[in-house]
């Protein structure tokens, strides 16, 4: 909890703008996960990173594992995209698969 | 996507009394994890399991808590007996590989009343 800051809190985006999440680590972290918590509660996988970035259709991950952050970009918002994300990291050195979850960043997607 | 089943998706207990939270991992999976999000709170590790064994746990995961996967079925996080401050959202996970993505599964809503 307290080694993983997840910015914004909350962030409202018109269709078809973009925008970057971040997650700030206070230690040095082994590798993160972004989810998306859709409106049933679950969560959905978007990346897993070890390092550097990955890209799925609009979205597109980084980590830098030693400057200690991940982002999550999100282009072209469209309206199925509102939901909570959250990124959750490994420290290096706890036991392997231990996540660390930032508090989520709320996004809304305005028509 | 590989998906991870729990059930019940709610429960309703007395405190003091026993629950069991059942998860389906995804098939081919070794790790398996519990965590547990108290309402207005973040996400919170409570232990992972490789093996038949708990490989470690937090200080979240009480004396009244246990484990277990028997015989590859369900993987189960046991509290007995329950208390208040027990009342949250029990998330499975269950990863291929220690370092591996994490599969979440839907969430347990345990009431304790």
């Known amino acids: 909890g307290d080694q993983v800051e997840q910015s914004p809190s909350a962030l409202s985006l018109h269709e078809g703008t973009g925008s970057a999440l971040r997650c700030n680590f206070t230690t040095t972290m082994r590798a993160v996960q972004w989810f998306r918590k859709n409106s049933r509660g679950s969560l959905i996988n978007l990346f897993y990173l070890a390092s550097g970035t990955k890209e799925n259709g609009r979205l597109k991950s980084a980590f830098d594992s030693k400057e200690r952050y991940s982002t999550l970009h999100i282009r072209d918002a469209q309206l199925e995209d509102s939901g909570t994300y959250f990124c959750?990291?490994?420290?290096?050195?706890?036991?392997?698969?231990?996540?660390?979850f930032g508090a989520g960043t709320q996004l809304i997607v305005i028509p | 996507g590989p998906k991870v089943l729990q059930i019940p998706s709610h429960q309703i207990i007395d405190m003091g009394q026993m629950v069991t939270l059942n998860c389906d991992p995804v098939?081919?999976?070794?790790?398996f994890y519990w965590y547990k999000q108290i309402l207005g709170q973040q996400m919170e590790f409570l232990v992972n399991f490789y093996n038949g064994k708990v490989m470690e746990k937090s200080k979240l995961f009480k004396d009244q808590f246990s484990v277990e996967r028997p015989d590859g079925s369900y993987f189960t996080l046991k509290i007995q007996p329950t208390a208040l401050e027990d009342s949250a959202v029990y998330f499975c996970?269950?990863?291929?590989?220690?370092?591996?993505?994490?599969?979440f599964g839907p969430g347990t809503r345990l009431l304790v009343l």
């Open positions: 996970a269950s990863s291929r590989d220690s370092q591996d993505t994490q599969y």
């Open positions: 098939s081919n999976h070794l790790y």
């Open positions: 959750a990291a490994e420290a290096r050195g706890s036991a392997l698969g231990r996540l660390h």
